[in-house]
């Protein structure tokens, strides 16, 4: 939802701990290192989900399997269909840890088939990597291929549920002058934000078809961020609910992530349609 740095969805895999000096500093002390073992029995061909990620376990786990809120440790390497590798933590010598939903949705998905131990083989479609548009160092569209071992898995926060509903909430939305429409689902007399304020919220975001591609509530931790500084339907539709609310939003792609969208997570001319409850404002 964030204008400036993008949605927690949409946070790039190699920018949550690649990307820094001390990291590289670190690595460039390390001594590059092979992956490990691959099962005798392994498959040779892969098998494919409904959301088209490829798989095939090079060797099987039979340590704890993560769980989307987990937070995982790996080594790994990536590559291009052209067989080009644009990473890998075993050249770096170090492996990396990272939350599984602060990644590109093949690797959170991929991660939860292997157990601790394991290693696994991902083909992510561009659908579930970096779109069309790409990203540094990884062409529009590219389909990317990894080598990923399981190190170890962090039990994250338990997914929670959206609180309470008031039994008279409408059933109607209602629209503001800018478009916006939205009802307030649970009323309060607490303090509503202004746009230099800060809020603390957790949330639920869907697409028209219901599909879901964010949650504060699944992660199992609130989010804080100022209000200034996200989609303009957030902007304004928080203002509209205290402290202690809950208010559901439709916001139309104009005040949300436009015509272009955010590929692949957000398409384009979206309208976004959120549950937030308001915990704090500061």
Known sequence: MLRRFGSIVLLSLFALQLGTESHMLRAADKKPVEPGAVDKNAPEEFTTTKSGLKYRVRRKGTGQKPAPQDTVSVHYKGWLDNGKEFDSSYGRGESIEFPLRGVIAGWTEG?????????????IPHELGYGEKGTSGIPGKSTLHFLVE??????????????????????EFSKTASGLKYRILRKSDGVKPKVSNTVTVHYKGTLDDGSQFDSS??????????????????????????????????????????????????????TLHFIVELIEVK
Do not use: C, H, N
């Open 150 to 171: 399981l190190l170890e898995v962090t039990e994250g926060p338990k997914p929670l549920t959206p609180g309470a509903v008031d039994k008279d909430a409408p059933k």
């Open 217 to 270: 509530y699944e992660r199992g931790q609130p989010a804080s961020f100022p209000l200034g500084r996200v989609i303009p339907g957030w902007t304004e539709g928080m203002q509209l609910v205290g402290k202690g609310g809950m208010v559901e939003l439709e916001i139309p792609f104009g005040l949300a992530y436009g015509e272009e969208g955010r590929p692949p997570v957000i398409p384009p001319k979206a």
């Open 111 to 123: 991660m939860q088939l292997v157990g601790k131990g394991g290693m696994i083989e991902l083909e």
